[in-house]
């Protein structure tokens, strides 16, 4: 074992936030792994539904072209029903919106 570490960093999961933590890292110049223990693109019932925040997040991360291409769906705001009449209904900020785009899409 040679006393210079290989890596400058190690990033423990590869859905968004931990991709997003590793390019960050990378652009600021260090030496990045990360690590996941699945294949992608996966199929994964959560992350379809991005927040305006996320796609500002994305743009600020140079991808946002690239997930646009694949044809997200508009999202003009949340509806979420529960049993019965229970639930909730809000809009995105007027100009803000976010998107739909199935998991396996954005995890490419």
Same mark, same amino acid.
């Given at each position: 074992?040679?006393? +210079?570490? !290989? ?5 423990? %999961? ?9 390019? /960050?890292?990378?652009?600021? %110049? ?8 699945? !294949? ?12 305006? +925040? ?10 946002? +072209?690239?997930? !646009?291409?694949?044809?997200?769906? =508009?999202? !003009?705001?949340? =509806?979420?029903?529960? /049993? ?11 100009? /803000?919106? %976010?998107?739909?785009?199935? /998991? +396996?899409?954005?995890?490419?």
């Amino acid at each position: 074992m040679s006393g +210079a570490p !290989e890596w400058d960093a190690v990033v423990v %999961g590869g859905g968004p936030a931990g991709s997003a933590t590793a390019a /960050r890292l990378a652009r600021l %110049g260090h030496r990045v792994l990360l690590l996941d223990r699945a !294949e992608f693109p996966r199929r994964k019932p959560c992350g379809e539904c991005v927040n305006p +925040a996320g796609v500002e997040a994305l743009r600020a991360l140079g991808v946002l +072209a690239a997930v !646009e291409a694949a044809g997200p769906a =508009r999202l !003009e705001g949340w =509806r979420i029903r529960a /049993r019965g009449d229970a639930g909730f209904e809000g809009g995105f900020p007027p100009g /803000r919106a %976010g998107m739909g785009i199935p /998991r +396996a899409t954005l995890d490419a």
